[in-house]
Nanobody, 131 residues
Framework: QVQLVESGGGSVQAGGSLRLSCAASGNIYRDYCLGWFRQAPGKEREGVAAWYTSDSTTYYDDSVKGRFTISRDYVKNTLYLQMNSLQPEDTAMYYC????????????????????????WGQGTQVTVSS
């Protein structure tokens, strides 16, 4: 069984930075899509970044490319999302999620696997960016 716990959210001004963490319990070292998703009030949940554990490939949504970086600490079994140059439109609840996939890539995890196919979810952490 996999459990995910996010932390690191908060309130920042536009242009600021935050680093989200997603601590995992359970074996997700291989054949897993790990994703960061966000949902703003009144909007659909959207994927922002993904990591495929078997080959460590990553993929980003265009809205965050160049500003956000996804990374993984295998020893701590923790997924991170470094968010720089934050803008008010980045305000949302951020979730990490995981699903097992025998084959894949970062791009596959974010573009081909819908958020409703992800099996395991954290509780979410709020990010608020003021102008």
């Amino acid at each position: 069984q996999v459990q995910l716990v996010e932390s690191g959210g908060g309130s920042v001004q536009a242009g600021g930075s935050l680093r989200l963490s997603c601590a995992a319990s359970g074996n997700i070292y291989r054949d897993y899509c790990l994703g960061w998703f966000r949902q703003a009030p009144g909007k659909e949940r959207e994927g922002v970044a993904a990591w495929y554990t078997s080959d460590s490939t990553t993929y980003y949504d265009d809205s965050v490319k160049g500003r956000f970086t996804i990374s993984r600490d295998y020893v701590k079994n923790t997924l991170y999302l470094q968010m720089n140059s934050l803008q008010p439109e980045d305000t949302a609840m951020y979730y990490c999620a995981a699903v097992r996939r025998i084959r894949g890539s970062g791009g596959y995890c974010l573009r081909a696997v819908g958020f409703n196919e992800y099996t395991y979810w954290g509780q979410g952490t709020q990010v608020t960016v003021s102008s």
